[in-house]
C-alpha cells in the first residue's frame, strides 16, 4: 500500500523526482517486505518476536 503510494505521487510528479526515486525506494520496500515475512527475522534482541506466539 505505502509502496503504491510512493509510485502514484511520483508517476503524479507530487513530489520531488530529483530526490524521490524509484530506484531508491522500490528495493528498500523489497527488503522490508521480505523482512516483514520472514518469522525468523527477530528484532534487536534475540529472541525478540514481532507477534506473541499462537497459543
Do not use: S, T
Request: glycine share 10%; proline share 9%.
Amino acid at each position: 500500500m505505502l509502496r503504491q503510494i510512493c509510485r502514484d505521487a511520483l508517476a503524479g510528479k507530487q513530489v520531488d523526482g530529483r530526490k524521490m526515486q524509484a530506484r531508491y525506494f522500490e528495493p528498500w520496500f523489497d527488503k522490508l517486505c521480505a523482512w516483514a515475512g520472514d518469522e525468523h527475522a527477530g528484532g534487536a534482541r534475540p529472541g525478540h518476536r514481532l507477534h506473541p506466539p499462537d497459543p
